[in-house]
């Protein structure tokens, strides 16, 4: 049995019902109903200020629409596939309640400028409200950065021990990272907020409308000047997507790292039972699921960058059926990025314990201080090369010898290179080590003192 025809009566027979459910989008666009309304509401008001429908009658129409929001929002409006999208749906309802007035709101407007505009309404809201969720974030960051700006932690290169840090230090560094995220979304934000309303199916329309006005009503900041691309322009959808796959980067770096720490092996972080699930069958395992999670789902993120990526590289000008397959991916990487921001601002405020006496241990015992022995001498007048090349022999041999660079004597320092005096101990413990690396931008304790300070200015003054 075919369902009812939606179409004008160009078509002689309705779809064929397996046809139709392929067609239809209403399972997930119905989550724009919202927007659609918003817009229909500045559409019908815009249509009266012009003349083109009376004003009594765009009365009507935007009564008729704030019902089937308020209806919606109440579960009592839940229009299925028969109603193919979310743009029938509401015109089609909207008739119900007001009759044949409800036909007149879509004068001057196609679906192809409709969904466009809905689309772009609601990732301007959401593109809002994952900006607040990064501030979160770098909050939870600067609070455990302040926590520990004297804590050292080993830092790698190669996953191979290179200098010791301060925690701090390390914990800023993703907060720079979101920085540039809460930077890049503002950035995609006005590529975002351009109103397509008005372009018709691709031609724009003989109607007298103001598209200025409709822009005005719904906060967009300009208009698109050429219809075609109004009706067909993703640039949008994909430069999120972009923004979104990176902040999903930067979690999974994170995620990658709390991990690591978490791991017997390392033991740096312990993780406490707020964020953290146990084994079915061995009763004293303690998984890290919120990082695995966050580092699992961000291929899902860079799915749908790739999937829009393909879809928008062969379409012609102007609107394709293709479009439709815009929606799902987005709206899932906007509840992914969520998500995962979400559930790491808890992990960091609230499930994470740095197990400082681990930590001591660790950058008590290898040769992360080599460099600085290095330099010690570059500051007694040794060219740095050859200190360099000095410095390497005694790692060899200490390694050799089982000992550790501070276990050396005097004497054994002094026969590397007479320019060694006993300060050479202070110069290598690793307090010293990362203290002295004041430079602008480093990790230094000083430099990182400095960093908290600026990063809790940028976020009161944003």
């Not at 791991?263 to 061995?282: H, N, P, R, W």
């Not at 330099?375 to 000095?390: I, M, N, Q, S």
């Not at 410095?391 to 004497?411: C, I, M, R, Y």
């Amino acid at each position: 049995m075919s369902q009812s025809k939606t179409w004008s009566d160009r078509f002689e027979s309705a779809l064929n019902p397996v046809i139709a459910q392929f067609n239809a989008s209403i399972p997930f666009d119905i989550e724009l109903l919202p927007y659609d309304i918003q817009g229909s509401i500045a559409h019908a008001q815009m249509l009266a200020q012009t003349g083109i429908i009376a004003e009594s009658e765009a009365e009507q129409i935007v009564q008729g629409l704030q019902q089937i929001l308020s209806d919606y929002q109440n579960g009592e409006f839940q229009p299925g596939i028969e109603q193919e999208d979310v743009h029938f749906a509401v015109e089609h309802r909207l008739t119900e309640i007001i009759g044949e007035v409800g036909k007149k709101l879509h004068t001057a407007r196609s679906r192809n400028d409709q969904v466009g505009t809905d689309l772009r309404l609601y990732l301007r809201d959401e593109i809002c409200e994952i900006r607040h969720q990064l501030r979160q974030y770098q909050q939870a960051l600067l609070a455990l950065a302040e926590n520990h700006v004297e804590t050292i932690i080993p830092g790698y290169t190669h996953l191979q021990r290179a200098q010791p840090i301060s925690l701090a230090h390390h914990l800023l560094a993703y907060f720079d990272m979101a920085q540039r995220d809460w930077e890049r979304l503002a950035d995609v934000a006005k590529r975002t907020n351009i109103s397509p309303l008005g372009c018709g199916a691709l031609a724009g329309t003989t109607f007298p409308i103001d598209r200025n006005q409709t822009a005005q009503a719904l906060g967009f900041e300009s208009i698109y000047s050429n219809s075609l691309d109004g009706v067909s322009d993703r640039d949008f959808v994909i430069e999120f997507l972009n923004a979104a796959s990176l902040i999903m980067v930067h979690l999974s770096r994170l995620s990658e790292e709390i991990i690591f720490w978490a791991c017997q092996e390392c033991g740096f972080v312990t993780l406490k039972d707020s964020c953290a699930t146990g084994s079915s069958i061995m009763p004293q395992k303690k998984n890290p699921d919120v990082p695995e999670l966050v580092r699992g789902k961000t291929g899902r993120v860079f799915g749908h960058l790739q999937q829009m990526l393909v879809l928008m590289k062969g379409l012609p000008l102007a609107y394709n059926k293709d479009l439709q397959e815009d929606k799902e991916g987005l709206f899932d990487g906007v509840k992914t990025t969520k998500a995962c921001l979400q559930a790491m601002t808890i992990l960091l405020a609230e499930g994470l314990e740095f197990q400082t006496e681990r930590l001591n241990q660790a950058v008590a015992n290898d040769f992360s201080n080599a460099t600085d022995v290095a330099d010690y001498l570059t500051r007694k007048g040794v060219p740095f090369r050859e200190a360099y090349h000095l410095v390497g022999k005694v790692v060899k041999t200490s390694l050799a010898a089982g000992k550790l660079l501070q276990d050396l004597t005097l004497e054994e320092w002094q026969d590397i290179h007479p320019a060694f005096e006993s300060d050479i101990y202070d110069a290598i413990t690793p307090q010293q080590v990362v203290s002295r690396r004041n430079s602008y931008g480093g990790t230094g304790f000083d430099q990182v003192r400095s960093a908290i300070a600026q990063a809790k200015s940028l976020l009161h003054n944003s």
